[in-house]
């Protein structure tokens, strides 16, 4: 199977306060078409730089980064702003929507700036938010809907384009545990269609969902967890929480 994304080496160092913090320190990750994969680890264990790498919301010390089979590290910003509305789709914690737009319009925006025609970009939207059960506040603002609907939005909005992956960033940590269940069942729907995801989370429920889960610690990955198929999620979310201590 082919690999959707893939690091070799990859590094990340920030300067706080005149000295160099490593928050990546040589992470090899291959994520393989369709597949689904679950990062988990405490805070600041660079998870988080880790997905904004990928996405290319930031810039690797050193390493390598491949989408399919292009090299994308040494990228500019304007041709990963590209790159990332044609084929990444990005999930926040805090969704991350434009205030003053309706749901419609933030939906079929991103479309409209990668070229889609109008027409096939009403279309797009109109699809998943009646198949992610928010077609009925269309016209809303994201202020006047729920933090969960918000998030069903935001979802819409990372897939519109029909990325080669999606990249969450706590999906759930900003919701209510029903909200968060509803949104993980979403994204478990759209992985089962054959959608590729990486997850940050580090809530063992939610990792659970995935085909596979990477345990990262002090800027390393330090384990992987390949998860069957028929799993006993209450079971696996416990073995996920040990891993973690």
């Known amino acids: 199977m082919d690999n959707v994304l893939r690091t070799e080496g990859l590094e990340k160092t920030y300067a706080a306060d005149g000295v160099d913090v490593a928050a990546l320190r040589g992470v090899d990750l291959a994520v393989a078409d369709g597949e689904f994969v679950s990062v988990m680890g405490p805070s600041g264990c660079g998870k988080s730089t880790l997905l904004h790498l990928l996405g290319g919301l930031d810039r690797p010390s050193a390493g390598q980064l491949w989408l399919r089979d292009e090299r994308v590290d040494e990228l500019g910003e304007k041709a990963w702003a590209l790159l990332r509305r044609r084929h990444v789709g990005f999930v926040f914690q805090f969704f991350n929507l434009i205030s003053n737009l309706t749901v419609a319009d933030n939906v079929e925006l991103p479309a409209l700036l990668a070229g889609v025609a109008p027409r096939e970009a009403r279309a797009r939207r109109e699809e998943l938010l009646a198949e992610l059960g928010i077609g009925d506040v269309a016209g809303q603002v994201p202020g006047r809907i729920s933090g969960g609907q918000q998030q069903r939005v935001a979802l819409a909005r990372a897939l519109v384009n029909r990325p080669d992956v999606l990249l969450a960033d706590e999906p759930t ?26 997850l940050v989370t580090h809530d063992p429920r939610v990792a659970a969902a ?6 990262m610690r002090d800027g390393l990955i330090t384990e992987e967890s390949r998860l069957a198929a028929d799993r006993d999620p209450k079971l696996l979310a416990n073995s996920l929480v040990r891993l973690e201590v």
Do not use: K, Y
């Not at 919701?175 to 089962?192: G, N, Q």
């Open 173 to 198: 940590g900003n919701l209510d545990s029903t909200s968060a269940r509803e949104v993980m069942d979403l994204i478990r729907r759209f992985h089962a269609d054959g959608q590729a995801i990486v």
């Open 210 to 215: 995935a085909d596979r889960v990477v345990h």
